[in-house]
């Protein structure tokens, strides 16, 4: 027992909300760590289907603890509609949901601020997703950000509020933009804290315990290893941290206590927005995984860039966070396919290249290079033993494991939490 870690090796919209979702059946407690509802894990179970984008998935788990931690960014409005969309399944949640304090809050100039840093940078921009995050986490760094610590006094919150509109407001007002009133956020802000007011309460002890006892904790990564604020194909990142070091000072945990960590990887790869993609498709081939696939983001609705698998990619990822096991998804998309390829390696101007040592830039130039499979041309949907899986998925599988130096402990089959070989 103890803690384990999940972390997508690839660029998000991996399915790290399924694997948590069955993973959660054995844990005390389920935390999120870090982002903000720029994530979205969607899950399938008994109670529907769902799109989570704050609240930890492992929330389904009724046995279990959901955490948000002091690594998570809070837009308010974002967070009461998930708790209303999950107290209408009738899951009785009321003193299993903990959000940290020291989460610090989006505002609605984060959103403008976003936009306007969009605009501004012209055809350079970075495509983000415009909710905030990450005008949010730079005034976290650079002590101007408000926390749900101050808006639970009131004098505390409105001095700060006031403090940061009057700064604000000259940048907005600068690039033509209204300037906003001090009265609507405060008002709404706390109107809305008050249905979050009962689950705030500070985590680090119930965490500590749990884990002094030997009891199974998951941290709940929010984004993929190639969106990483410093590791990541930056400027094409998030605002936060990802990779597995992160886990621990966004969870308020100590690193001792990190058992296992598990990289989710689809049997191939997607990608939202702008950034290399070094094994990326296009044309027919590329709409053909992503209708297979429903490549469409659960959190923006943007069609997701579709490619092959990409071991040079999920070889950084495994070794940077340290990767105990692999969990393969979305295998059963692969079904129809006669050949697969995988990327092997990277070749830059004629030589042998690896992704921790080149630019993003120079991602954008690499040549990948291929290793061809014979597809397996039948039915892996639904499939929950090893056994029954066809000779050449087992095949594509060691592949993988091969080319990663990872074992694979679980494989997805199919949309639905119990659609899962563990091995």
Same mark, same amino acid.
């Given at each position: 027992?103890?803690?384990?870690?999940?972390?997508g090796?690839?660029?998000?919209?991996?399915?790290k909300?399924?694997?948590?979702?069955?993973?959660?059946?054995?844990a005390?407690?389920?935390?999120?760590?870090?982002?903000?509802?720029?994530?979205?894990?969607?899950?399938?179970?008994l109670?529907?289907?769902?799109?989570?984008?704050?609240?930890p998935?492992?929330?389904?788990?009724?046995n279990?603890?959901?955490?948000?931690?002091?690594?998570?960014?809070?837009?308010?409005?974002?967070?009461?509609?998930?708790?209303?969309?999950?107290?209408?399944?009738?899951?009785?949640?009321?003193?299993r949901?903990?959000?940290?304090?020291?989460c610090?809050?989006i505002?609605?100039?984060?959103?403008?601020?976003?936009k306007?840093?969009?605009? @501004?940078?012209?055809?350079? !921009?970075?495509?983000?997703t415009?909710? /905030?995050? *990450?005008? +949010? %986490?730079?005034?976290? $760094?650079?002590?101007n950000?408000?926390?749900?610590?101050?808006l639970?006094?009131?004098?505390?919150?409105?001095?700060?509020?006031?403090?940061?509109l009057?700064?604000?407001?000259?940048?907005?007002k600068?690039?033509?933009?209204?300037?906003l009133?001090?009265?609507?956020i405060?008002?709404?802000?706390?109107?809305?804290?008050e249905k979050?007011?009962?689950?705030?309460k500070?985590p680090f002890?119930i965490?500590?315990?749990?884990?002094?006892?030997?009891?199974?904790?998951?941290?709940?990564?929010?984004?993929?290893?190639?969106?990483?604020?410093?590791?990541?194909?930056?400027?094409?990142?998030?605002a936060?941290?990802?990779?597995?070091?992160n886990?621990t000072?966004? @969870?308020?945990?100590?690193? !001792?206590y990190?058992?296992?960590?598990? /990289?989710i *990887?689809? +049997? %191939?790869?997607?990608? $939202?927005?702008?950034?290399?993609?070094?094994?990326?498709?296009?044309?027919?081939?590329?709409?053909?995984l992503?209708?297979?696939?429903?490549?469409?983001?659960?959190?923006?609705?943007?069609?997701?860039?579709?490619?092959?698998?990409?071991?040079?990619?999920?070889?950084?990822?495994?070794?940077?966070n340290?990767?105990?096991?692999?969990?393969?998804?979305?295998?059963?998309?692969?079904?129809?396919?006669?050949?697969?390829?995988?990327?092997?390696?990277y070749?830059?101007?004629?030589?042998?290249?690896?992704?921790e040592?080149?630019?993003?830039?120079?991602l954008?130039k690499?040549?990948?290079?291929?290793?061809?499979?014979?597809?397996?041309?039948?039915?892996?949907?639904g499939?929950?033993r090893?056994?029954?899986?066809?000779?050449?998925?087992?095949?594509y599988?060691k592949?993988?494991?091969?080319?990663?130096g990872?074992?694979?402990?679980?494989i997805s089959?199919?949309?639905?939490t119990?659609?899962?070989?563990?091995?």
């Open positions: 027992m103890g803690a384990t870690i999940i972390i090796a690839q660029w998000g919209d991996e399915g909300g399924k694997v948590i979702d069955y993973l959660s059946k054995k005390s407690i389920v935390i999120r760590f870090h982002g903000g509802n720029n994530a979205g894990h969607t899950i399938v179970n109670h529907g289907k769902f799109a989570m984008h704050l609240i998935s492992g929330i389904f788990n009724e279990s603890i959901a955490v948000i931690g002091n690594g998570v960014v809070l837009d308010l409005e974002v967070l009461v509609s998930e708790i209303e969309m999950i107290e209408k399944t009738g899951l009785k949640f009321s003193k949901l903990y959000i940290s304090p020291r610090n809050i505002f609605p100039y984060h959103k403008i601020l976003e306007i840093y969009e605009e @501004a940078k012209g055809k350079n !921009k970075t495509w983000t415009g909710r /905030g995050i *990450s005008p +949010a %986490y730079a005034d976290k $760094v650079s002590y950000g408000i926390r749900l610590f101050d639970l006094n009131k004098k505390v919150f409105k001095e700060k509020l006031e403090t940061q009057n700064i604000k407001n000259k940048i907005i600068t690039f033509g933009e209204k300037p009133e001090i009265k609507d405060y008002t709404k802000q706390l109107k809305l804290l979050i007011k009962p689950y705030i500070e002890e965490l500590n315990i749990d884990l002094m006892s030997n009891k199974e904790i998951l941290l709940e990564g929010a984004h993929g290893v190639f969106l990483d604020n410093d590791w990541g194909t930056y400027p094409f990142v998030t936060s941290g990802v990779l597995s070091g886990a000072i966004g @969870a308020g945990i100590a690193p !001792k990190i058992k296992k960590i598990v /990289g *990887s689809k +049997a %191939y790869t997607t990608r $939202v927005g702008h950034g290399p993609f070094p094994s990326e498709l296009f044309e027919k081939e590329a709409e053909r992503r209708q297979l696939g429903n490549e469409f983001g659960s959190t923006t609705g943007r069609p997701r860039r579709c490619g092959w698998f990409d071991a040079e990619l999920i070889r950084f990822a495994a070794k940077i340290g990767f105990s096991d692999l969990a393969i998804t979305k295998m059963d998309i692969l079904d129809s396919f006669d050949k697969i390829k995988i990327c092997t390696h070749l830059l101007d004629g030589s042998k290249v690896k992704y040592d080149i630019s993003t830039e120079m954008f690499v040549k990948p290079i291929y290793k061809t499979l014979t597809g397996w041309k039948s039915k892996t949907n499939i929950r090893y056994d029954d899986l066809p000779k050449e998925a087992k095949n599988l592949e993988i494991e091969k080319l990663i990872v074992k694979i402990s679980y089959t199919g949309p639905e119990e659609n899962i070989i563990e091995i």
